[in-house]
Structures are given as structure tokens and as C-alpha cells.
């Protein structure tokens, strides 16, 4: 599998074992709830991920079975010296850092906002969290069309007085595009579990601090943001993971181009995959992609556990 | 690997319930707020809102410059929707989800039980295997699971898709599940041990009683990710198991054509998930956190 997150003994268990050891047949009694949904996991995604490693050692035509044979790491050297897979990769890295930094930034200010009072608040956070419930493929189209088209859609109308013309932005802004897409969608998210965290501050230190004379802006600043940072470092950490593998927008809007413009991993690996037919290199492609992801979660998720480690306790 | 500290990070789980705000007198900067928060709000829905009202339109009403707002009604759109074999596709979806919701709870609920109630030795590892395997990217699974599901001829099964959105959804589930199950008061489930109680039986009288609304939420949020779900479905699937976002992809190239059509389509296909998600409101955060967060 992918990410093996080895967890130390914890100091204080909610519920602690008893102090005894356990007897092996009361260990094997509590495991066996645990074993079904073990083995499906492991069934369902540790084993096709062994069956992905063979793969990325073969040449491999989808079409020509019996021509398979192994290759050992030349996949790999192919995957690496490949400029469309190059191409991919750093699109994939803009796209994921520019739209989870713009998701954490709105999502912040949204969050700030909703944790105010005011008329209608319930029915302003259902608005808001529609994008990430609407079906991400079902809303491409809507944004391909009625949105962005260059005559008729509802942006260029919006920016007409501005200037904008019949600008074609899923061709001249590609790019551009996908990341408006993905941070409507995504900020959603990043708004809810930030607000959580608002919502989560002791009322006790805030009158405190109020009591103390500090003014709204100072108790933001050395208070609330403190306490807020894991909570946004736990949505970027999530939302990064998320935001990797973005397919259905890209696949509706642009399907990957113009030319390579806007294929990041996941669209190179299917087109690999089930347009070329190309399962040896499709494989290779993967499994790079999964140990990056590994890297990527490895790190963020210390810096995230670290910090509930020093500041929620 | 990664070393993290489970106890510190479920920790945020068993805090007292969240504390409300107090109620303070109305200051006058509440309606600035109020009115910025609302035109917000009404940005980001915007797009849904014109995709329901363009599912209404004529055709030639759904692409006009300037764009169209006042016009008059029609379920012709969705008449043609319907007449065009959406049915089946709205059918796999939903068998699908089902099914794969019903799989999820089935496996997910003994297994929080084994790594919260009276966990397993060494509960923290299984707990972050799990959700190791939520993190793993889909593209490092689809081939084999590709070639398996053509080799075994269940290709194009709506039953293989809900076996893979059950694996999809199982780390969410147990998290979530486990998450409810702490929230649990000790003393009910020790008096439960004292009598005796197997433990078919302490679940079937003492637990699932008290975590119901708990699995309702799990189920809705399960939902939402199997219902919208899309490169397993496109990759996997081609007549007879498509689902919903597979139908639609058959508009990507009649752009400028079928405004209205296609919204009514869309319309209809995040319908279920609007609903359940609006339902679901409350536990969103602690299903998108995987219980992390409340």
C-alpha cells in the first residue's frame, strides 16, 4: 500500500486496556470484529497496488496481452526521460499549490465571516458549501458552458464592462480555468473544517482577553490564529491530498489540453493507460505518483500531528 | 513513515461539546457582515442556481447574449432527459451507492468497535492503515483492478464498481464511526460487560440503539462520495453499469448545442446528493475531517 503511518503507543488511550495483559484467546476475540474490513482494505488496495509494481516491470499493450513480457526498470527510465510526463508533473504541482492556496485563504475569510452573527447565517452556510456537494463532473459542464463559453457564457457577460470581450477562457486561460473551477469547488471544504475550528475556541479565553483590554484585531492575531493554524494545516494537509488527484474537471473541461496544457497525473496516467494502451509505463507513472504522495502525506502529516501534539493538549 | 501520535490526534474528538458563543446585543457592523457573508454566498451558488433555472429553458433561450432571466417554464427538457435512457444510468448510480453504503456499515461498524470499545492490541496501527488506504491515489489501483475486472469478466459490473466504492469509503466510515462510539458514556457499555453481555448481542441491544443517528450521518456522507464518484466509473464501466457521470460525458461534445438539456441533466444528477448532503449538514465537517474534527 501506500502510506504506512506507524503510530507509537499512545500516552492515554480514551479508553484504556486494561492493565493486565490480555489472555491470546481475549486478543483473538477482539480482533475478530476488526478482521472483515481488514482484509477487504487490503484486498481492494493493497493488492492491486503490488499488482500495479509487477505491471510498471512489463511492457505491457492492454490490446496485446500476449505479446507482455519484463522489461525490468526501463518503464521507469522511459516514465522519467518522458517530456509529457515532465509536463504533467509540474502542472500537477501548480495546479495543487495555487488552488489549495487560494481554497485556504477563502476558506479563512469565509470561515470568519460565518462565525459573525447575522440574519440568514444558516441558510448563507448552505450556499456555500453547495459547490462541494454538487457532482464535480455535472458542474464542469455547467462551467464549461453556461459560464465560460466565450459568447454566451455568464463571466464574460459579468465582465463586460470591463473590457472582457468574447475572451475563450478554457482555450486562452486553460489553466486559468481549471483553477477557478477547483477552488469554487474545494473552498467549501476548507471553510467548514476551518469554522469548526472557530467555533471551538473556549468563550472563558476570549472574554479574558477582552477583559484584559485587547481589541478585536489583537485577539485575532495572537488567540485565535494560534489556535486556528491546525486547524487550517489539517485542511491543507487533507485538501492537498484531495486536489492531487483532480480528474473529473479536467477531464470535462479540457480534457487535458489544449495539447498537454492542462494534463496533470492522474489525466496522464489514464490516457496512458486507456488511450494507449500503454499499461507497463501507465503503471510506472503510478506508482511514482504514489510514492510522491507518500513523501508528500509522511511529512505533512508529522507537521500536522506535531502540532496537535503542542498546541491541542 | 511517519510517526503520529494517535492519542493527540483524536484527542480533538473527545473534547467537551463545542462551546457556543455567547449571545451579545446587536453591533452595528452585524449588518456590513450580514450583507457581504449573503453576496458571498449567493457568488458561489450562482452557478447551481442557473444550471436549475437553464434546465427550464427552450434552447434557444439557454444561449443568448444578454444571458436570459425572465422566460417561461418547460419540462421539455427533462421530458427528453427522461425519454433518453436516463433511467438506467440513474438506476446504476443508485444500486451502486447502495450497495456499497449497506457493505460499508456492515464492515465498518465491528471494525471501530475492535479499535475503540475494547480495541485491539496495537489499535492505532489498523486505525491509520485505514487511513492510509483513503490517501492512496486512484491511479495507482485502476490498472490491475482493470485488468482483474476483464479477466473475471465483471467488467462493466455495477456490483464490482460498489465493491471498489466500498473500499473508497471504508476509512471514512470506521473513523467516523469510531469517532461516535467514544462519545459513547463508559458506564452504559461497562454495565453491559458486567452482564455478560456476547458481543452480537451488546451490539445489537446496547450500541447500535445509541449510535444510530451516528450511522445515519456516516451513511449520508458514504453517499455523497460513492454518488459523485467518477474516474473508477468512466474507467470501469461502459453500457450496462454506467452511472450518472458517466450519462453526462456524452455532453462534452455538443457544447453550444444542448445548454438546456444538459442542465436539466445535471440537474437531476446532483439532485440526490444536494439532499442528502443539506440532510447531512451537521456532520459534514467530522466525515470531510474523517472524525478528526467536529
New interface residues.
Given amino acids: 500500500m501506500a502510506i504506512q503511518v506507524e503510530a507509537p503507543p499512545a500516552a492515554e488511550p480514551r479508553r484504556r486496556p486494561e492493565p493486565r495483559q490480555l489472555t491470546r484467546r481475549e486478543r483473538r476475540q477482539r480482533r475478530r470484529p476488526l478482521l472483515p474490513a481488514l482484509v477487504f482494505a487490503i484486498v481492494l488496495t493493497q493488492l492491486p497496488f503490488v499488482a500495479t509494481l509487477y505491471y510498471s516491470t512489463q511492457r505491457y499493450n492492454l490490446l496485446r496481452p500476449e505479446t507482455r513480457k519484463f522489461v525490468g526498470l526501463s518503464n521507469y527510465g522511459r516514465v522519467f526521460t518522458d517530456d509529457l510526463f515532465r509536463n504533467a508533473v509540474l502542472n500537477t504541482v501548480k495546479l495543487t499549490v495555487t488552488v489549495v492556496l487560494l481554497c485556504a485563504l477563502f476558506g479563512t475569510a469565509l470561515a470568519v465571516l460565518l462565525d459573525k452573527k447575522f440574519l440568514g447565517r444558516s441558510i448563507v452556510r448552505t450556499l456555500l458549501i453547495t459547490p462541494f456537494l454538487v457532482m464535480p463532473a455535472a458542474a464542469a459542464l455547467v462551467w464549461k458552458t453556461s459560464m465560460l463559453n466565450p459568447v454566451f457564457g455568464i463571466v464574460n457577460w459579468v465582465l463586460s464592462p470591463f473590457g472582457a470581450g468574447q475572451t475563450d477562457w478554457t482555450s486562452r486561460y486553460p489553466m486559468t480555468s481549471i483553477i477557478l473551477v477547483l477552488t469554487w469547488q474545494w473552498t467549501p471544504f476548507f471553510m467548514l473544517i476551518i469554522l469548526a475550528g472557530l467555533q471551538s475556541q473556549s468563550p472563558e479565553v476570549l472574554e479574558a482577553a477582552k477583559t484584559d483590554g485587547a481589541t478585536g484585531g489583537q485577539t485575532f492575531r495572537r488567540v485565535t490564529m494560534p489556535h486556528l493554524r491546525q486547524f487550517i494545516e489539517l485542511a491543507t494537509v487533507l485538501g492537498t491530498i484531495f486536489i492531487l488527484q483532480t480528474f473529473d474537471a479536467i477531464f470535462m473541461i479540457t480534457q487535458g489540453g489544449p495539447g498537454q496544457a492542462t494534463t496533470n497525473l492522474p489525466y496522464f496516467i489514464y490516457q496512458q493507460a486507456f488511450r494507449a494502451f500503454n499499461a507497463g509505463e501507465a503503471a510506472a507513472a503510478g506508482v511514482i505518483t504514489v510514492v510522491a504522495t507518500i513523501v508528500f502525506a509522511t511529512f505533512a502529516l508529522r507537521l500536522v500531528s506535531g502540532l496537535f501534539t503542542t498546541e491541542v493538549l | ?12 474528538v ?2 467537551p461539546a ?5 449571545r ?1 446585543p ?1 453591533r452595528p457592523g ?2 456590513a ?2 450583507v ?3 453576496a ?3 457568488v ?5 442556481l ?2 436549475f433555472l ?1 434546465g427550464f429553458k427552450q434552447e434557444s433561450q ?6 436570459t432571466i425572465f422566460f417561461t417554464p418547460t419540462l421539455d427538457q427533462y421530458r427528453a432527459i427522461l425519454g433518453r435512457d436516463f433511467l438506467p444510468y440513474f438506476g446504476n448510480s443508485l444500486i451502486a451507492s447502495v450497495l456499497s453504503i449497506v457493505l460499508v456499515l456492515l ?2 461498524t ?2 471501530a ?9 496495537r489499535w ?10 483513503r ?14 475486472a476483464r479477466d473475471l469478466n465483471v467488467l462493466d459490473n455495477v456490483t464490482f464498481l460498489a ?2 466504492y ?2 473508497m469509503n ?2 471514512i466510515a ?1 473513523w467516523m464511526i469510531r469517532s461516535f462510539l ?1 462519545e459513547l458514556p ?1 458506564e452504559v457499555l461497562e454495565a453491559a460487560r458486567v452482564d455478560g453481555a456476547s ?1 452480537p448481542v451488546e451490539m445489537r441491544r446496547v450500541i447500535l440503539p445509541m449510535i444510530a443517528p451516528g450511522l445515519a450521518a456516516t451513511a449520508l456522507i458514504c453517499f ?1 462520495f460513492a ?2 464518484e ?2 473508477f466509473a ?2 470501469l464501466t461502459a453500457f450496462r453499469a454506467a452511472t ?2 458517466v450519462f ?2 456524452g ?2 461534445t455538443q ?2 448545442l444542448f ?1 438546456a438539456r ?2 436539466a ?2 440537474t437531476l ?2 439532485l440526490p ?2 439532499i ?3 440532510t447531512a ?1 451537521k456532520w ?2 467530522r466525515g ?3 472524525g ?3
Fill in positions: 513513515m511517519a510517526a503520529v501520535d494517535t492519542d493527540r490526534l483524536t484527542s480533538t473527545e473534547r463545542r462551546h457556543r458563543r455567547r451579545r446587536p452585524t449588518i457582515v450580514g457581504v457573508a449573503w458571498v454566498g449567493l458561489f451558488f450562482f452557478p447551481v442557473w444550471m437553464t439557454a444561449s443568448t447574449d444578454p444571458p464492515l465498518a465491528p471494525a468497535y475492535a479499535l475503540s470499545v475494547r480495541p485491539v492490541v492505532q496501527d489498523s486505525l491509520f492503515f485505514f487511513l492510509s488506504t490517501m492512496m491515489p486512484a491511479v495507482a489501483t485502476i490498472l490491475p483492478l482493470y485488468i482483474i465493491l471498489i466500498t473500499a471504508l476509512p470506521v467514544l463508559k458481543l455523497i454518488w459523485n467518477f474516474f468512466v474507467s450518472v457521470p453526462l460525458v455532453f462534452i457544447e453550444g445548454w444538459l442542465s441533466a445535471a444528477a446532483v446528493v444536494l442528502a448532503g443539506w449538514q459534514l465537517v470531510l475531517s474523517l478528526a474534527v467536529k
